[in-house]
């Protein structure tokens, strides 16, 4: 793959060198792979830019009962499909939901960027490898010995999935497990938002994956589909949206997107209609391929 100081030349996943600008996001660089239709942005950030953008991106954050609830059921389903012991949470942010896994019995590790975000997860019981993206294995000890690797909300953020993905394969055990979720470049929030879709924010998502894109990329790097799904629509980046057009056109919006989203979130989990609702909603978008969420289960090969 040919990078040079500010422009990437090939595709990422492919390594094709038929890209193709996208016209209307060109604030965020994309080009598309005209020979595997990956989306990425062509523009390296510089060292300077990632690390104004991840100081203290991971700190300790808020989060809904639901929300707790939701990532339970999840490490649940997770461990009882692999009968987890060892989990790996690779850019684990405050370590939440590696902590549901310890308190599940399971001895869990997690890599951060930031060194703060370090001490969080310490305080919490978690072991922390070095290596940040690309943990490190201590030569060799810790090759092959996590039942499941964890990738939430990361692959976004690299232009180097291939080798990602690569290094994950040399911690997990054989049949072991990889839980991955990404926004979904080909969800119907996007198709709407177009350019001004919230998860467009250079530098800090440079890479979107669609259904069939990160299937590429993982059957590629020696993995086979358990499940591959797409979910939900962001209340929180449709509101942001409006927001924003309500700004431009003169009119400045006092509502808060993240109290209205949690205020929603908190109107559907207390109505049994609004849940089925939801539910149909859900199947709908999952099997169009069209949800916010793109989220993935695959097996080592």
């Excluded at 005209?34 to 950030?45: A, D, G, I, L, T």
């Excluded at 294995?137 to 499941?148: A, H, I, N, P, R």
């Excluded at 993995?223 to 797409?230: A, C, G, P």
Aim: aromatic share 8%.
């Amino acid at each position: 793959m040919e990078i040079n100081n500010k422009y990437i030349k090939n595709c990422l996943i492919c390594g094709s060198n038929q890209l193709r600008k996208m016209k209307g996001y060109e604030k965020d660089h994309l080009v598309r792979c005209q020979h595997c239709s990956f989306v990425f942005s062509n523009v390296k950030p510089s060292q300077e830019e990632l690390d104004e953008v991840y100081r203290g991106y991971s700190r300790e954050v808020t989060r809904t009962k639901l929300t707790l609830e939701k990532m339970g059921h999840v490490a649940l389903k997770l461990k009882n499909l692999q009968k987890c012991k060892r989990v790996l949470d690779i850019g684990c942010g405050d370590g939440e939901f590696l902590k549901i896994f310890k308190d599940m019995g399971c001895e869990v590790f997690g890599t951060e960027y930031d060194p703060i975000a370090e001490d969080i997860c310490r305080n919490k019981g978690i072991a922390m490898l070095g290596g940040g993206l690309m943990p490190s294995v201590d030569g060799g000890k810790q090759l092959e010995q996590f039942d499941l690797v964890v990738l939430t909300e990361v692959i976004e953020h690299v232009n180097n999935p291939i080798d990602v993905i690569e290094n994950i394969s040399q911690l997990l055990k054989k049949d072991g497990l990889l839980y991955l979720t990404t926004p979904n470049f080909s969800s119907l929030e996007r198709r709407v938002l177009l350019g001004q879709w919230g998860m467009f924010c250079y530098p800090e998502h440079i890479s979107f994956y669609s259904p069939r894109t990160l299937n590429a990329i993982l059957r590629r790097c020696g993995y086979e589909k358990v499940s591959l799904t797409t979910e939900n629509i962001s209340v929180f980046r449709i509101i942001q949206f409006l927001n924003r057009k309500k700004v431009s056109a003169g009119s400045i919006s006092n509502r808060n997107p993240e109290l209205v989203a949690a205020a929603a979130q908190t109107a559907v989990s207390n109505s049994r209609l609004l849940l089925f609702a939801k539910k149909i909603v859900n199947v709908i978008l999952n099997i169009t391929n069209t949800g916010t969420s793109l989220i993935a289960v695959y097996r080592k090969v």
